[in-house]
C-alpha cells in the first residue's frame, strides 16, 4: 500500500484513532479485577543493567564499562519487525544515516562523526563489511534473525578489535543465543507499499545444556521510487526482497568444556535507479551476505580460554556494472584469567582480507582491476580490568601487522570512580587507525579516480562523562573529542571532472552526548541528543563542518507496559546537514513521529504494529546540487503490523 501526500492526513488520522484506541481499550482492561489482581513482578521490566561482552570481550555489567555502550536486545527489536539493522540504529544516541532510497537501497551511516568505513561491525565476533568500499551493508540484514545488537562508542575498540574501531563497534548477535526452553514460532506481517514477511523459527534445549536454534524468514517490497524527479524507468517504485537464515547451535562436552557455531545468511535482490534521465532498463543488484563461526570453549573458575574460527562474506553483483566479493577470514585465541583483584586478558588474531572483481564495464583504458586484492593481518592483544564497588579501571594495548601497511600499535587507559552509590565520573583516552579501502586506493570508474599515495589515518581520543543509575533510571552525559591525523574523504577535483580519495591533515569530532532512560511503574519515558562539530582543521575548508555529518540528533519517546499490551510514541530529529565541503549547500532538518506496540492476545499470539513518520514529512538524507543533481527519496507515512505465534 502506497500513500500520496494529499491523502496523508486522512490517513493520519486513522492512524493515530487506531493506536488511541488500542491504547485506550486495554488501558480500560487494565483495571478489570482480574488484571487488577497482577503484581509489578508479571510485568515486562526495564533492564537498567544489562550484560555487554563487546566493551571488553568479557561479559560484563553495563554499569561497570567505561566507555559509552548501547544494548537493543531483542525486546527492543520487537518493536522493528519488518525492517533492517540500519533502522535499528538510525534511532540510537548519536546515529544518522545516509540511504539512496528506501528499504534496501545504498547507505552509509555514521556515529558521532565517523561514518561506517571507521566503525566496526562484527556478527557473532567475526568482521562482517565490504573489502572494496570499507562499508558494512546492515540495509539488508533483517531483525528477525537477531536477538541483541551491541554497540561500544568511540576508539577505546581499536585497542580491543584493532583497525576499523576509530569510531566505534557495533556487534550482532544472531537469533537463538539465549534459547532457555524447546519452543517454536511463526510470524507473517504486511505493511506499506506491498510489504511482506513471513518467517519461523525452532530453538531446542535438552537437560544436559545442549542448544540449537533454527530460523528462516522472507522479507518483501514494491518500495519507493528511489530517485525524485526522475522519468522513465527511473520514475518506477525501486523493489527489495530477501531469503534471510539464522543458527545458532551450542553443546557442552564436558562439565569445563563447550563448543558451538552460528551463521547469518541473507541472499537479496534490490531494484535502483542508474541516473538514466529517460528509458531504458530497470537496474538491479544481487547480494549475498553473512557471516558464520565455529567455536571451542573451556572454562574453570578462575580460567576462560576460548578458540574460535570464521568468514564473513559480501557479494555484490551489478547488473548494470561491476560485481564485488569479499571474504574475511579470522581465527581468535583469547585467554581471561581471574587475579586476586580484577582479571587479566590477552590472545592472538589472524585475519584474511580478500576481494574479487568482475570488470563488466570495461574502458577504453583496459579493464579494472586490483594492485593488491588482499591483505593478512596478524594481531596480538592484552589487557587488564578491575571492577569494585568504588571504582572501574580498565588498560589494553594491541599490536597489529598489516602485510600491505606494516605494523600499528594501540592502546586504552580508562578510569571511572563513583562518588556516590548511584552516581560514576570517569575517564578514558584511546588511540585508534584504519587503512585505506583498496576502492580508494585502486579502482577507476566514469566518477573516481584511484590514489595510491593514502596515508593511514591514525586518531587520539578522549572522553569524559558522568552517570546516575538507579533503580528507576539511567542517565549519562558524555563529552568526547577526537583529533584524527589523514582523514580520508572523496573530493570533487573540477579540473579532471572527478572525485578522489584524499587524507585531510588535520580534522577533529567533537561534542557530547545526553541520554536518559526512565521507568516509573508501567511508564518509560527518556530520550537522547548528541552534538556533533565534525570539523576540517586545515587547508582551504579549515572550520567547515564536515558532508553527512549532522550537528544535532535526539530523540524523546514515552511508552506505557502493561501485562496485554505495550506502546511507545518517539520524535526523532536530525539537524541540518551540509552535503558539500564548503557548506555552500545543506539538506533541510528533519522531524519524524513514530508509534510502535505490542499486543498479547494471547500468551502464545503477539500482534505487533508499528508506523512510522505519521505527519508525513517529506524529507531526504541524501541530496546533491550542481551538475550531478539528484535527491533522494524517504518514505513518508508508512506501516507494519505482523502476528507471531508460539508454541512452548
Known amino acids: 500500500m502506497s500513500l500520496s501526500r ?38 515486562p521490566q526495564v533492564e537498567l543493567d544489562e550484560i555487554i561482552v563487546t566493551a571488553t570481550r568479557t561479559p560484563t555489567k553495563t554499569s561497570n564499562v567505561i566507555a559509552q555502550t548501547r544494548v537493543v536486545d531483542k525486546e527492543d527489536l520487537k518493536r522493528f519487525q519488518g525492517q533492517t539493522v540500519l533502522e535499528v540504529l538510525r ?70 578489535y584493532g583497525s576499523d574501531a576509530m569510531g566505534g563497534v557495533i556487534q550482532i548477535f544472531t537469533k537463538g543465543s539465549d534459547v532457555d526452553q524447546t519452543n517454536f514460532s511463526v510470524t507473517a506481517g504486511v505493511g506499506s507499499h506491498d510489504h511482506y514477511v513471513y518467517g519461523a523459527t525452532a530453538q531446542f534445549t535438552n537437560a544436559q545444556g545442549a542448544k540449537l536454534s533454527l530460523s528462516a524468514s522472507r522479507n518483501q517490497t514494491k518500495g519507493i521510487s528511489a530517485l525524485d524527479n526522475r522519468t522513465g524507468n527511473d520514475k518506477d517504485d525501486d523493489g527489495f526482497e530477501s531469503n534471510n537464515f539464522a543458527l545458532n547451535a551450542s553443546m557442552p562436552i564436558t562439565q569445563n568444556i563447550s563448543v558451538g557455531a552460528t551463521g547469518l545468511f541473507s541472499k537479496s535482490t534490490t531494484e535502483f535507479d542508474n541516473f538514466s534521465f529517460g528509458p531504458g532498463p530497470n537496474a538491479e543488484i544481487e547480494q549475498k551476505n553473512g557471516a558464520v563461526s565455529a567455536f571451542s570453549q573451556y572454562e574453570n573458575d578462575k580460567l576462560t580460554v576460548r578458540l574460535s574460527a570464521g568468514q564473513s562474506l559480501d557479494k555484490i553483483d551489478n547488473k548494470v556494472g561491476d560485481a564485488f566479493e569479499t571474504k574475511q577470514k579470522q581465527a581468535n585465541l583469547i585467554s581471561t584469567y581471574e587475579l586476586p583483584i580484577g582479571q587479566f586478558q590477552a590472545g592472538a588474531e589472524w585475519l584474511q582480507q580478500e576481494v574479487d572483481l568482475t570488470d563488466n564495464t570495461p574502458s577504453a583504458g583496459g579493464k579494472d582491476s586490483y594492485k593488491i586484492n588482499d591483505r593478512d593481518i596478524k594481531s596480538g592483544f592484552a589487557g587488564y580490568q578491575v571492577n569494585e564497588d568504588a571504582y572501574d579501571f580498565q588498560a589494553n594495548v594491541r599490536f597489529d601487522d598489516n602485510s600491505q601497511f606494516g605494523h600499528e600499535t594501540t592502546f586504552g587507559l580508562g578510569y571511572a570512580v563513583k562518588l556516590a552509590p548511584s ?27 584511484p590514489n595510491e599515495d593514502l596515508k593511514v589515518e591514525k586518531s587520539k581520543n578522549l572522553e569524559v562523562f558522568i552517570e546516575s543509575t538507579s533503580t528507576i533510571q539511567t542517565t549519562r552525559l558524555t563529552g568526547f573529542n577526537s583529533n584524527v591525523d589523514n582523514l580520508i574523504d572523496n573530493r570533487y577535483d573540477g579540473s579532471i571532472d572527478k572525485y578522489q580519495a584524499l587524507n585531510i591533515d588535520e580534522a577533529s569530532l567533537s561534542g557530547y552526548s545526553f541520554t536518559s532512560d526512565w521507568q516509573l511503574s508501567n511508564i518509560l519515558f527518556g530520550g537522547q541528543y548528541t552534538r556533533t562539530n565534525a570539523e576540517e582543521n586545515s587547508g582551504a575548508n579549515k572550520g567547515k563542518q564536515l558532508v553527512y555529518r549532522p550537528e544535532n540528533t535526539g530523540l524523546v519517546y514515552i511508552g506505557y507496559q502493561a501485562a496485554e499490551f505495550d506502546i511507545r510514541t518517539e520524535a526523532e530529529y536530525v539537524g541540518k546537514t551540509y552535503n558539500v565541503a564548503d557548506n555552500s549547500t545543506f539538506i533541510e532538518d528533519y522531524t519524524l513521529f513514530n508509534i510502535s506496540g505490542n499486543y498479547y492476545l494471547s500468551p502464545n499470539l503477539t500482534w505487533t504494529s508499528r508506523i512510522n513518520n505519521l505527519t508525513n514529512v517529506d524529507y531526504s538524507t541524501n541530496e546533491s546540487f550542481g551538475q550531478y543533481a539528484s535527491r533522494y527519496n524517504q518514505d513518508g507515512t508508512n506501516f507494519f503490523t505482523s502476528l507471531t505465534y508460539n508454541w512452548y
Not at 572494496?132 to 561500544?152: F, M, V
Not at 565520573?425 to 566514469?446: K, Q, V
Open 6 to 43: 494529499s491523502s496523508s492526513r486522512t490517513y493520519l488520522r486513522l492512524s493515530i484513532l487506531s493506536a488511541l484506541g488500542l491504547l485506550a481499550v486495554n488501558t480500560a482492561m487494565a483495571v478489570t479485577p482480574d488484571v487488577a489482581t497482577i503484581n509489578d513482578s508479571e510485568l
Open 423 to 449: 552516581l560514576r565520573l570517569g575517564t578514558s583516552f584511546a588511540t585508534g587507525y584504519r587503512a585505506p579501502t583498496l576502492n580508494d586506493l585502486y579502482i577507476e570508474s566514469a566518477y573516481y579516480v
Open 91 to 160: 534511532r540510537q544516541p548519536g546515529f544518522s544515516i545516509k540511504q539512496d532510497g528506501g528499504m534496501g537501497q545504498s547507505s552509509n551511516f555514521y556515529l558521532r562523526g565517523y561514518d561506517s568505513k571507521r566503525v566496526l561491525v562484527l556478527i557473532d565476533g567475526v568482521r562482517y563489511g565490504s573489502m572494496s568500499t570499507g562499508q558494512p551493508a546492515l540495509a539488508l540484514l533483517p531483525t528477525d534473525q537477531i536477538d541483541r545488537i551491541e554497540i561500544l562508542y568511540g576508539a577505546s575498540g581499536s585497542s580491543i
